[in-house]
């Protein structure tokens, strides 16, 4: 368990710079142009700009005296969370929506611990029912029900 | 009266049976949509269009623009229930409904949203019905100049709307602008921060943004702050609203419904616009602003009253300049001239019943979505009672679900979990998402006003000072910034900044 | 008897066949438009997909595939299976797009094969009333009498080229003001911050019925039967300058013959029908039945002219 401590507002300025400044360095490739005339890269490189100066601006103010809260950081829910987003992603197009479902829900609900996974098959089960029934039938959206077998 | 005529006119012709169930399941058909994160209303009214083929025009339109405030309707719900924006439009709603929901004031919340966005709808539908005609040349005195003067605007407010650290907002908005800046530059062609994925060459969709920033992030708080068998919500709370914030929402709504009829007026002012600038108006005429973020009722009333009343007076330019103010719009003009209606000035002298049946009938289709959805407030309470372990999975596949409809696009999904995993990283730092979609959105309609701007003025910034409603603005906007940093109200952040502290130090204990 | 058992086998055989091999289209089928849905493009693709499903039995689904100037469309296409079930509907900036990105993200003519050309979508030459002309011949007198260049509103590659043509024809010198869309730029134009723009007629029509905006003229080969008054910039005196604004279906160039020829003739038929032809023509888009191999040469006409433009001018590289 990580806990982020009164680094908090130190670090946020930090990479918020970090960020500006990686923008500004990117426009290096974009022409300026001039006021009359803004090139793309005009607005954007401003922008760099201002957000480097209130990244520092951010970090150098982050008050030392501020009463510390202990924000403990959990890496599983985020972890499952996020990877069902992903897994379905990447399953919906070869797999269909059914199989996209079951593999994305059973993972998302691995995030709470301690659930049984006949529930978790249920609830991936009837969450499978009812996306295939309300998404495809109800609303007739375009989308895959089945896997692809072999290219077709 | 003229206008009672026209509008005896528009009532006879919208009460026809056909006409009254095409509204009927226009609007549920919206509701429905605008309740699912991500489907839009464009993608369902497009795939309805050949559905209207073969219906009279006025029909045709009644159910399209059912399906749309039918939608700006639902949307709401999915804010209030679960901080997830079922329409960018709503995702202000988020800002106070959420709170409210967890506090067990679901109810309150829902219901000040169906009847605040009904009387605005009213108000808008009759502002439309007097107005229409006056007002065309409105929408054209607002050159380039006023809106990018009314984007630095909306973008002060975004600064003040934040409850906690002034300069962490300063910063979301920077990087909201920036966010936006992402795709094909309009004036050059060029793409810019794509980083060669191609379906980034059309910017960052309004809907991936906020779905991750808002809905997946909340999921994931959700399951740090919850135990294994916790729902969302611990009470269920009284339906109906108490006397304290009737009192409270009374005038946040006829303040919301004011300002979203006048903003609904321009095209090119966004969809957020109307909501967010009630929002910000309510929390600077409150006498405590450390309440909004936290559960404020006004917080809920006055955005969903200006969203819907921007909604009816967006048909203004439609219907008289056929100009599109959103996507939905645009469909609406495809649908017109299918039915052989070129939209215009003429409609209205051309096509009297057609003009006045559409007015009439927002006003019906107003009234059976707040028949529909008040007794709807009870069961989607009864979603919160569901075991969140359960709730959430469903959640996470109905975003999934949306947002890959929005464009079939693969990436659009993994992008919308990369803004999930920012905005819970955000949430950490301490940051606000509200500023930052802020930003995101009024950022390329500002950069696009701004250049258009100086090249019409050949290069001479003294326009914006010249033009008298694009200075109003500016003074409007430097107010709201001087406001932001006078004493008490830095007092009254800093009682808010402790206060979350003391939340968050007792919530561990709870 | 045994001749007729034989014929019975054969029938029975042929039945089998006709089964097994399946008649197109056997499942629906999908008609990617590249561009958002509620334009023209893609309510003319769901006037012909509607068309085509009642025609061919299996539904044509329209799948909006928007962005990066059609090319993620058309990837869409390219990477399904060339079997007939994922078709394009592809408009006429298709031919320019791959020149304006390096490097070139498809070949029109090389990667697709046209299946049926459909119309396209007349544009004109509109002015501001406040611009004292009357005629494109008194708009270039008055163009060229004025101190500061006009301000011209344009949105799509094909409007900037149509507009540079132009220029180039007539000797003019306009600035160039930049928008997403035509819609976009309407306020502007109605509002005369913005002088003129080369767009689509049906989107500004009412307005010039109205008197708030004057159509000088259209970039179309004839008149438009809808505005008989109104010449064609070429007789105006303007030669060599018009938005490629053709709409057509294409399938993968590895789509089997029969399949394509199939289709060809549905889509042919389908826009004889009164149905087809009274909605195509509200959305104002000239039906034109060009066969497939026509189009193949328009398509090769415009990429030289494309590309000439481009070498010349430099138009539309970053």
Redesign the interface.
Known sequence: MITIRKLRDGLAGLSLALFGGGVMLCTLHYPVGTLANMGPGYVPRLLGGLLVLLGLLIAGTARRGQPVVRQPLAWRPPLAVLGSVVLFALTLRSGGLLLATLGSVMLASSAVRGVRWRERLAVALVLGALAVSVFVYGLGLPLPVWPRFGGI | MELIEHLALGFSAAASAQNLLSCFIGSVLGTL?GVLPG?GP??????L??LT?GMPPLSALIMLAGIYYGAQYGGSTTSIMLNLPGEASSAITCLDGHPLARRGRAGAALTVAALGSFFAGCVGTLFLAAFAAPLTTF??????AEYCSLMIFGLAGAIVLASK?L??A??MV??G??LG?VG??????????TFGI??L??GIGTAVLAVGVFG?AE??LG??RLH?HSTLTARCGRLGLSRDELRQATPAVLRGTGLGTLLGLL??AGALMPAFAAYALEKWCARDPGRFGRGAIEGVAAPESANNAAAQTAFIPLLT????SN??M??M??AM????I?????VISHDPTLFWGLVASMWIGNAMLVLLNLPLVGLWIRLLTTP???L???I???C??GI??L????VD??L??FF??LG?LLQ????EPAPLLLGFILGPLF??H???T???S??D?SVFLSRPLSLVLLLAAAALLCTALTPSARRIRAQALTAE?DD??ADPAR | MKRYLAWLLLCGLLALHSALAGEYPEKPVTLVVMLPAGGPTDAAARVLADALSSALGQPFVVENRPGADGVIGVRAVLDAPADGYTLLFGIGSLVAVPMLQTPAPFDLQRDFTPVAAIGSYPFGLFVHPSVPANSVAELIAYAKSREEPLFYASSTPGETLATAEFMQATGVRMSRVPYKGFAQALPDLLAGRVQLAFGPVSAALAHVQDGKLRLLATLTPTRLPALPTVPTLEEAGVRGASVPSWQAIFAPAQTPAPIVERLSRAVAAALQTDAVRTRLGRLLLQIEMTPPAALTERISREHSRWQHFIEETGTGRP
């Open positions: 949509i489907i464009v993608a369902t009214i497009a795939m269009l050949p083929y929408a054209l005195d607002f050159g380039p650290s300069l962490k300063c910063a920077v990087l602008l920036l800046l094909t530059d309009v004036n050059s062609g060029a793409v810019r921060f191609r379906e060459n059309d997946f999921i994931l399951l740090e294994e095209p090119g300049l056929g100009i599109p996507a939905i645009a469909l003009i495809g001239t299918l039915h052989d070129q939209p215009g000035p003429q969140y372990r359960w959430f999975p469903a996470l596949l109905f999934c679900i890959y409809t464009s079939h696009s693969t999904l993994l919308t979990a999930g995993l819970y950490k730092f301490d940051c950069e696009e701004l250049r258009r100086l090249l019409l050949r290069g910034p502290q968050a130090i």
